[in-house]
């Protein structure tokens, strides 16, 4: 099978804009977790969907938001770009998101904020 | 909240040799997981090993073991015959298994060299 696959890989924006980072699951997964990751504040979580539902939102502002398609496939948004939003931005996805699967992960797209 | 704390930032082993990374976390759940995510330099996290916390016999995957004491919120990861492509950061992770689907805790990892 082939793994999570994130798209794009590298992404440099400026402040005040927007960006969309893209996630295909491993097939069959229909959980995907978002996960952000910074140098100062590690690993943080931002959300999970499952069928198109959101179930689970970290601590992050309004301005980082999902979705999730049909086909498992999630996007990430974040408006309004900030310097602080620069960072590696991870997915990972499992069969159903419940606490016995195992999470796989994706490369991640590292974004720059400028 | 749960905490993973890592207090190892960087560590270093000698090829063959072993080294330990430790883990500790904080939590009042009695039902959890325990994982080991190696993240190599090309960024994408593999798990390396789990442990379910009502398990009592430690998990273990070829070189890879861990130690885990429950009563001492303890959780600690055995490399032996460490080789070059253990050279990576090292995630501890906890996720509780008490209210359906909850996301990883992460520790902030611990980065590991490999000497030739």
Redesign the interface.
Known sequence: KA?VTQTPRYLIKTRGQQVTLSCSPISGHR?V?W?QQTPGQ??Q?LF?Y?SETQ??K?NFPGRFSGRQFSNSRSEMNVSTLELGDSA?Y?C?SSV?????D???????TRLTVL | AQTVTQSQPEMSVQEAETVTLSCTYDTSESDYYLFWYKQPPSRQMILVIRQEAYKQQNATENRFSVNFQKAAKSFSLKISDSQLGDAAMYFCAYRTLNSGNTPLVFGKGTRLSVIA
Request: aromatic residues 18%.
């Open positions: 793994g959980s977790s996960y590690g690993l979580f999970e499952f179930r689970n970290g590696l991870l990972a159903s998101g419940m606490g016995t195992t999470q796989y992960f994706g490369p991640g």
